[in-house]
């Protein structure tokens, strides 16, 4: 994984956007995991990188931001914690568990919060749920985390997520292959690592 990774080129292996999110903490099972949300620049980055943000809204956010830094600094806090929450959600669902209903109750929380903003808008024919243009509150890109997550929990295919195989990674990915084998957050990434590894101690035996 590139030392040059950040919340706006970090790698979407995912597939579904609450994962992803997830992921913005690299080497999560290290003993030196790296937070790649270190300002609220870094999470309006990521929703343009994911795209649920537009050019026009991250200048609005990124402007907002500037004229209220508190308020900037405790949405990045929020963000943070609602990450951990989806983790720990996620993560219980990917090893066989159920999530725990504190952290249940803490997502409907966020989720009616969300839900709250949303507003009947005009689209090509008829009309559709989303968030209000004029509302540039500076937790929209939470908004679509927990919609993302909460979506995913009802899907009734909870049995696809899984957590990278990897002891240092620990990112949580969806998968979509056919038998449902998939083992690593990426084969070019974890994957070769871990077949570099295997190569090794295949080689070090025989020579030992």
């Known amino acids: 994984m590139s030392d040059k990774r950040n919340a706006g080129n970090v790698d979407l292996h995912g597939g579904q956007l609450c994962l992803d999110f997830v992921n913005t903490l690299d080497w999560r099972l290290s003993s030196q995991p790296q937070d790649l949300l270190l300002s609220y620049a870094d ?16 200048r609005r956010l990124l402007r907002e931001s500037r004229k209220s830094p508190a308020m900037a600094d405790a949405v990045l806090k929020r963000a943070i914690a609602l990450r951990e929450l989806v983790y720990r959600v996620f993560s219980s669902i990917a090893h ?8 249940i109750d803490r997502l409907n929380v966020a989720l009616s919060e969300s839900l709250s903003r949303m507003r009947l808008v005009p689209a090509a024919a008829s009309f559709e749920w989303d968030w209000d243009e004029r509302d540039l509150s500076l937790e929209r890109p939470l908004w679509y985390i927990v919609q993302a997550a909460a979506t995913l929990l009802t899907t009734g295919k ?16 969806f998968d979509a292959s056919k038998n449902r084998s998939r083992r690593w957050c990426s084969m070019k990434d974890c994957g070769n690592r871990a077949k570099a590894r295997r190569h090794y101690r295949k080689t070090k035996a025989k020579s030992d």
């Not at 990521?46 to 649920?52: A, P, T």
């Not at 957590?163 to 990112?171: E, R, T, V």
Request: glycine residues 16%; negative net charge; aromatic residues 10%.
């Open 96 to 103: 066989g568990g159920t999530p725990g209903r504190q952290d």
């Open 43 to 58: 999470l309006v980055a990521w929703g343009r990188h994911v795209g649920v943000l537009s050019d026009a809204w991250t």
């Open 158 to 173: 909870l049995d696809r997520i899984r957590q990278c195989n990897d002891d240092n990674c620990g990112w949580l990915f």
